[in-house]
């Protein structure tokens, strides 16, 4: 029967040479550099799989880790083991001491077999064949290491020389430090020397007796703590006080450079201490050029490179044998050779007292999706709502008022067909999504003000409504039909009687008074006249999508398509990336400032229906437009003051319009919940940012229910009132963001 052997894994390095990945708050051992879980992880599971053998497995970590640390124990039986938390570093001498006292305490004298967190190793069956080699020499009183022999002349790794050998262990002649590339070249020669692995097999009272010989303070000092600790499920907690007064200097320097009679195992198996940028290289999936790339980077003629991003856009040309690392808040940019010196770097760093090597940066965290689904869901069904669907409803003349004070009283002007629409609309998004308000009767109460009141006598509508119902403006405009069209859609999802019968008729209105007789898309208004614009062609493309999301019919997929042509061929400019507003009767962009006018809240929604068209079409390409159009917004678009979309740009990225409206920050929340869902990079902490920037400015500062709807560049309000075309924008982005964290949060 095998001997039992308790194993004990060392989590308390901080990984300095893996620099700006690994900091003091989250080392490198809790990540995951191959995609099969964090190294700690790999490490507890090897040490689980033992053939044969009784294997308790304790973890020795920082306390400030115990989160992580039992996120990584979840599912694995450590077989009697656990956590011993330690409440600060006191280097490897305190570890293996801790490890030794323990296991008297707890199994008397049995083998201990220490091993770091954060080593890669081929397969457990060769590791555990190697340590089981080095158990006769252990259970006869000999402190074994395991050594591997070098490939080739490094000089990362600490040596150990070897003398004579006997039954496969070899005696060790001594221990040294990390060489220079001269002495690592003559080490190499020799042949007499491995590298040290740092992993440790003996009998705890044989560790017990060396410590007693050359470091008895140690030992002393952490059996007081030992003693003194506390237990409970979670793990066993060492006080401050005594744990910090224990010697801090590492087991090599304590113990193994002066003990006798030492003996090295020639480790059987493939290894690598993933200590630098260059090891990562050396086991990273690399690509027909050698080079390991990850995160969201682009490589051009790059060769035996590691080129890492985490978060933004990482691009690199030209590079050979470098390794690049950027981080939400740091770069770290070498060639591969001189990776390991990052330790200087962090040195340097905290002399002067930076954070960056200690703390990682909140976008850099694994975020917490949903982290605002509360107060969303709260403003939106509990507060907004409810106060639109009472004081924004005009129950004397019919219809919704255009605007309400800051007191939430409605303000008495001309009634928009497009807000009235867009009212309509928002209340069917609401019942949508389980609102329990009257939606139903506000959604009928709208269509009938509308139809009643707006109709033209060729079956279109009319642009304005007086606060009474007579009409104000008889223009039949192409704006307010997509918004008439897409409230109907959403109506006809709600179950309203007439609103597929209204959408017909509307349809045969804008095929037969709207459409441009050359088949280019829509004019403005039924006369023809005016400039073009992108904008209503958008709208109707929104519309057009909701009709056969209400209905499944393939043709308004194919009035969509026509749309998109217009985009592909019009409106979209590939060298800038942005979208243009105003053209002529021939689709070319207007003269003067016209004509470079860019609105980053399109810019947004745009993406977003890009994405929708792409899904239900299987033009996947569009979402490569959708991306572009995205990140030239978010390039050029927004006050970087505030965070918040401008009004308007030009091609160039000169802002035209300073003031930041509530739509587009909405429309902004929408595109990056597409485009995350989309097969780009993961978006979920731009659509935290995003949303949280929305309330941060535009409804916080706002009466309950209400919004802040213009801002101007220094974040002032310039709002004199809360017009109710907005609250179309809010609802839908919002139950979108609703719908993608269900769960969350």
């Not at 640390?69 to 570093?89: K, M, R, S």
């Amino acid at each position: 029967m095998s001997q039992r052997i308790v194993s004990f894994v060392m989590s308390g390095g901080v990984g300095s040479r893996l620099w700006p990945l690994s900091r003091e708050d989250n080392p490198k051992q809790f990540h995951d550099f191959s995609g099969d879980g964090s190294m700690l992880a790999k490490t507890l599971r090897r040490l689980a799989s033992r053939p044969e053998g009784e294997t308790p497995i304790f973890l020795i970590a920082s306390e400030r880790h115990a989160e992580r640390v039992h996120a990584d124990l979840a599912g694995l039986d450590l077989a009697g083991g656990g956590p011993l938390f330690e409440p600060t570093g006191r280097n490897t001498a305190a570890a293996v001491a801790l490890a030794s006292l323990c296991t008297l305490s707890e199994y008397g004298d049995e083998l201990v077999l220490v091993v770091p967190s954060d080593h890669e190793i081929a397969t457990a069956r060769q590791f555990w064949q190697s340590i089981e080699a080095g158990a006769a020499a252990a259970s006869a009183g000999r402190l074994v290491v395991f050594g591997i022999k070098p490939t080739q002349p490094e000089t990362g790794y600490g040596y150990i020389e070897v003398a004579a050998e006997r039954d496969g262990v070899f005696d060790v002649s001594r221990f040294v430090e990390k060489p220079d590339p001269a002495t690592a070249q003559t080490y190499f020669d020799a042949g007499s020397f491995y590298w040290n692995t740092g992993i440790f097999l003996f009998r705890a009272g044989a560790m017990r007796d060396a410590f007693a010989a050359f470091e008895p303070k140690i030992w002393q000092a952490t059996e007081a703590a030992y003693h003194a600790a506390t237990s409970d499920l979670s793990g066993l907690y060492m006080p401050l006080e005594l744990y910090s007064a224990i010697p801090s200097t590492s087991i090599d320097y304590a113990i193994m450079e002066r003990a006798n009679d030492i003996a090295m195992v020639p480790a059987g198996f493939r290894w690598n201490d993933l200590g630098s940028w260059q090891s990562l290289l050396d086991v990273g999936p690399s690509d027909r050029q050698g080079n390991v790339i990850l995160g969201d980077v682009v490589a051009i003629d790059c060769e035996n490179s590691y080129i890492r991003g985490d978060g933004r856009l990482l691009s690199a040309i030209g590079m050979k044998d470098v390794a690049i690392v950027s981080t939400a808040d740091a770069t770290f940019v070498a060639p591969v050779s001189h990776s390991q010196h990052v330790k200087k770097i962090v040195e340097q760093l905290e002399k002067s007292g930076r954070l960056e090597t200690r703390f990682t940066p909140a976008p850099d965290r694994v975020i917490e999706s949903g982290a605002w689904r509360r107060r969303v869901h709260h403003w939106l069904f509990d507060e907004t709502l409810p106060l639109w669907s009472t004081s924004g409803v005009d129950e004397h003349y019919g219809g919704f008022h255009e605007a309400l004070g800051f007191d939430a009283s409605p303000l008495m002007k001309p009634k928009r067909m497009r807000t009235q629409a867009r009212q309509v609309y928002a209340f069917a998004v609401a019942k949508e999504r389980g609102w329990t308000g009257p939606a139903d009767r506000l959604i009928a109460h709208g269509i009938d003000f509308m139809a009643g009141r707006g109709r033209t006598d060729r079956g279109g509508w009319v642009r304005t409504l007086n606060v009474d119902g007579s009409v104000a403006d008889s223009v039949e405009d192409a704006y307010d039909h997509s918004c008439v069209l897409l409230a109907l859609a959403h109506a006809h999802i709600s179950g309203h009687p007439d609103a597929l019968r209204l959408g017909e008729e509307t349809f045969a209105f804008l095929d037969a008074h709207l459409e441009d007789s050359r088949m280019t898309g829509f004019l403005e208004t039924s006369d023809g006249a005016g400039e073009r614009r992108s904008n209503p062609h958008m709208h109707l493309l929104e519309a057009f999508l909701a009709w056969h999301q209400a209905t499944g019919e393939r043709a308004y997929l194919r009035r969509a398509s026509r749309i998109i042509d217009l985009f592909r061929s019009h409106f979209f400019d590939a060298d800038s990336w942005t979208l243009g507003e105003y053209f002529d009767d021939s689709w070319k962009p207007v003269a003067g400032e016209k004509g470079t006018w860019t609105e980053p809240g399109h810019h947004f929604e745009w993406a977003s229906l890009l994405i929708d068209f792409a899904a239900r079409s299987g033009q996947t390409d569009l979402n490569g437009f959708a991306r572009k159009l995205y990140a030239s917004a978010v390039a050029n678009g927004l006050n970087r003051a505030t965070g918040l979309s401008y009004g308007a740009v030009s091609r160039q990225g000169l802002p035209l319009d300073l003031v930041s409206r509530s739509w587009p920050q909405a429309e902004a929340v929408k595109a990056a919940i597409a485009l995350d869902g989309s097969g780009g990079p993961d978006l979920k902490p731009e659509i935290e940012a995003r949303v949280g920037r929305l309330f941060r400015w535009h409804i916080d500062p706002a009466p309950l229910g209400l919004w802040i709807d213009r801002i101007d560049e220094r974040g002032r309000s310039l709002a004199t009132d809360v017009p109710a075309s907005i609250f179309y924008h809010l609802v839908y982005a919002l139950t979108q963001y609703l719908d993608g964290t269900v769960g969350e949060g």
